[in-house]
Structure formats: structure tokens, C-alpha cells
């Protein structure tokens, strides 16, 4: 399973839990790793990724397993594939992580988390065919909608521009994180020929508005339609991680996807050059 962050991801699966009565024995693990997981958090964010560092929190895992070991239930299902991803995408080795995940399905099969979390990989499975379509070279599928001021919005209405179509949302550390480059990189070279479709994956319009206003540079249309994850262009082209980007030449044709930094502005400066 290929995660674009691991921080936001590591949070969102965290916070995924079941409804549970209060003062029951699942809650409780339920809140233990919540604290787990944000004292991993803590570390990565100062740097602390390798297994050495996360000791204490690896040990802390194996504590809540055998605590409860033998119970089926879908916050013991959580535990485990917090761990597992931890393997996966903090410590790099994915031979533990996919033989720790095949277990988990295994010995959890039937529960709700397990049946979500085979819903979400079928879904990631469609998602990597239908990426298929956004080759280097290839043809750019295009959309037709309305921006945010209701004008209408597609790639093909810039033909002969250089376009960057990007998946991004006010709440997500990554693509805000890249937004100076974007920016600046959209700054440059916009006076030639280059120009972005933000498509939001927001669903607050008002903080969506709130976040362009106040940030200076950003200006040019998005799409949104409240949906976040379910946002129909990212449906559209299998987005599953996000910031995610795709650069169309002035042909139409792909250029490439998820350019960051100097890569993004090295290739647009080359296709403009092109033209």
C-alpha cells in the first residue's frame, strides 16, 4: 500500500474507530493507541525513524497485543495495522509489513475493519488501472466542469499552455508544504505560457475561500465540490494520495506526474521552451 505521507495517514488511520459503548475494555484500547500513535508522531517529526528510536513504541505495540490476545475485535485488528505500517512506511521493510498484513487478514477476517480495509486496497487496485491512463506521452483525459466562480474548467481550453492539474486540500502538511514552489514556479513562468487547475479535495468552502484569500500568489481556478476524498475529478483519475500532480504539455500530452520543487519548474521551463 503506497502512502504519499506517512504523518497524515498514520493520524487519519489512527482516529479510524468503530463506535464502541464507553467503558469498555476495546475503548480502552482504543485510546491506547491513539496516545501510541502520537508519541510515534512525535518522533518522526523530529527525525527519529529508524527501529533504534522506535523501540520503546514497537514494544509498546507488542504490550497491547499480548494483553489482549485472543479477542477478535476491530481495535485489536487497528493495533496491529498500525504496526504494520509502521514497518512499511517508517522503517522500510516491507517483507514484515506485507507478512504482518496478510496475518492480520487472516486471523481477523469477518470484522469490519478487516473488510474495509480489503475494500480500500480493492479500491487502490482500480485506482493504480484507471492511473494507467496518465502515461508519460499519453493523451491527457480530460474533464469539463465549473471553477469556483463558475466559470468552466478544463485542460483542453488551455491548448497550447503548459498545464499543471493539482489534487491538493487547505488540510493536508504535503501539499501545503509545496505550495511555495508551486507558487513561485506558477509566478515565473505564467507570463509565458503556463498555468494550473487546482482541483480542491476540501469539502469546508468557506475555509477553502478563507486559505486562497489569504494566500498571496494563488491565483489561479479550482474545482471543488465538497466531496473531499470522494471529490469526482480525483474519482476520476484514481487518486488516492494527495498532493498529486500532472503536468500536460501543449499538445495535450502528458509530461509527467508528482514533479516537486525544481523537478516541477526544470519541466516547465522545457516545455515552454518547446513550444
Known amino acids: 500500500m503506497k502512502i504519499k505521507s506517512v504523518l497524515p495517514l498514520f493520524a487519519a488511520v489512527a482516529l479510524f474507530a468503530l463506535p464502541v459503548p464507553a467503558q469498555t475494555t476495546t475503548n480502552v484500547l482504543a485510546t491506547e493507541l491513539r496516545a501510541l500513535v502520537q508519541q510515534v508522531q512525535t518522533k518522526l517529526r523530529t527525525g527519529k525513524t529508524t527501529e533504534a528510536d522506535l523501540a520503546p513504541e514497537l514494544q509498546k505495540f507488542d504490550s497491547l497485543l499480548a494483553a489482549h490476545a485472543g479477542e477478535k475485535t476491530d481495535e485489536l485488528a487497528q493495533v496491529r495495522y498500525m504496526k504494520a505500517m509502521l514497518y512499511a512506511e517508517v522503517l522500510k521493510d516491507t517483507a514484515k509489513a506485507d507478512e504482518m498484513l496478510k496475518q492480520l487478514k487472516a486471523d481477523f477476517k ?130 488516492q494520495s494527495i498532493p498529486f500532480t500532472v503536468l500536460v504539455g501543449p499538445d495535450g500530452k502528458i509530461i509527467g506526474k508528482d514533479l516537486r520543487g525544481e523537478e516541477l519548474e526544470n519541466a516547465v521551463s522545457a516545455a515552454l521552451t518547446k513550444k
Not at 185 to 194: A, L
Request: net charge neutral.
Open 110 to 239: 469477518g470484522t469490519k475493519f478487516v473488510d474495509r480495509l480489503e475494500k480500500q486496497e480493492a479500491a487502490l487496485g482500480e485506482a493504480k488501472k484507471v492511473q494507467s491512463a496518465l502515461g508519460t506521452g499519453l493523451a491527457f483525459p480530460d474533464f469539463s466542469e465549473k471553477d469556483l466562480n463558475g466559470q468552466p474548467l478544463s485542460v483542453g481550453a488551455l491548448k497550447g499552455k503548459v498545464v499543471l492539474v493539482d489534487f491538493w486540500a487547505t488540510w493536508c502538511g504535503p501539499c501545503r508544504a509545496e505550495l511555495p514552489n508551486v507558487i513561485a514556479t506558477y509566478k515565473k513562468h505564467h507570463g509565458q505560457g503556463f498555468e494550473i487547475i487546482g482541483i480542491s479535495l476540501d469539502s469546508d468552502r468557506d475555509k477553502l475561500d478563507a486559505f486562497l484569500k489569504q494566500t498571496d500568489g494563488m491565483r489561479w481556478p479550482q474545482f471543488f465540490d465538497g466531496q473531499g476524498w470522494s471529490n469526482k475529478i480525483a474519482v476520476k483519475y484514481g487518486v
